[in-house]
């Protein structure tokens, strides 16, 4: 049980509650103790009775920046399709500008964070599959775990209005202390096979497929990224905290998050950072270019070389690495890219992977980064607006959150994005799942069916279903 002995708390609620009378709006007040390593899945399922539908959890593929989030103290969102951006930048640095925040660590990520992310295409009209989600969302939690290079910190949000007042504090302290004692370790019963899995739409996929196929040996187009649904039915159900269970012990090389809003849950494991900004360092990634893992090291090797060197693949990654170094020098004075790409291996997938560095000019902010980089050749294609269009006009999908920027915002404006692929929305007892793939002029659309398949395994094992090969 992790206890906390003093607190800031008290005279922090009293001087927001006068900030706030004085200036007629809400005050947030952040507290932050560094406190004994806890088990990160242990503190989202402590918050499963008083906060669920409203957590989130953040784990970079290195385990050196884990963010859990409970509750929602404030909330950013908008359906505007033009300036989203910097709609929530503007929102999110006005709401910081008279907040009080006693907090002497000075740690990315660490104090007042918001988590969320946005939609792929704004202009794509949203379907019920996505109704309890904005097309740009992000929550300021109430309590929030962040492990940072081994380190523990917990960070108390609250939001003081004009008619609050100073019993406000001990019943913060009296929740926490009661949100503490349930951090133990989760138990699960044995995971239940899906009793239906239903492929939507398969052959009218394949069928886009080979259209968009003569459409790119006619036009001017060089790629587009067609995705499609996987939708599974359980007899209950689904229970987050198992799925984020399996995926931290199975995807231990990616990006695993999950996004709680109104009930429904977007969670996956994504291999794609696309960008993080810490300080005036900026990380990248270009990731493009997939083939299946081998049975045996041998075939393993086989297959690893084969990408290496096929030259659909290397085309396709290379469109990446030429679209993210022009973005990317926009805003850095420095930038490193290597010269060839290295392979990415994952459980079921291998990917031709280039990372890339710079430090960023003066008055860079990462949302403004965020916006340039999305969507990547990865995810949209080439020409990036003239792909986008085409995909509104052919995917009968509803992509949501899929393939779009989420991730996580601090006060310091650092933070990180990830590209929220190999991904699905839990909504009940049913579960929709996302996977795409890059076509070219040379585009086999059985090939690139096949593709998915191997794209949907990880959120496919980790709810415990499976496909024919």
Known sequence: MV???ETELKDGIRSAIDRSKNFNRPILVSEVHKI????????????RKLFRGER?????????TIII????????QSDQ?????FHVEREWEQFLEDAIIPDNHN??????????????????????LWSKFSHSLFHLPKYMLSIMEGQAYLTTNIVCTKNDDESLADKIMNERTELLTQVVKPTFEKWNLPFKIEEINPEPWKHSVEKLVKDLQEGSLKKVVLARELRLIFNQSIKVEQVLHHLLNEQKESFVFAFESNGDCFIGASPER??????????????AGSIARGASKEEDQHLGAQLLTDQKNLNEHQFVVDMIKSEM???CSEINIPKEPKLMKMRYIQHLYTPVSGISKADTSLLKVVEHLHPTPALGGMPKNEAIEKIREVEELDRGFYAAPIGWLDKFGSGEFAVAIRSGLIQGNEASLFAGCGIVENSDAESEFLETRIKFRPMLNALGGNINE
């Open 69 to 76: 989030g409970l509750g929602k103290m404030m909330q950013i």
């Open 329 to 331: 020098d926009a805003f």
């Open 3 to 5: 206890t906390i002995q």
């Open 81 to 85: 399709s033009t300036d989203r951006f």
């Open 56 to 64: 989130f959890y953040w784990k970079d593929p290195s385990d050196k």
């Open 274 to 287: 696309l960008v993080k900004k810490d300080g005036e360092k900026l990380f990248s990634t270009c990731l």
């Open 36 to 47: 004994d390593i806890i088990n990160p899945l242990s503190f989202f399922y402590a918050g």
């Open 107 to 128: 740690i990315h990520g660490v104090g007042p964070t918001i988590f969320g992310g946005f939609s792929f295409d704004p202009l794509k009209p949203r379907t019920k």
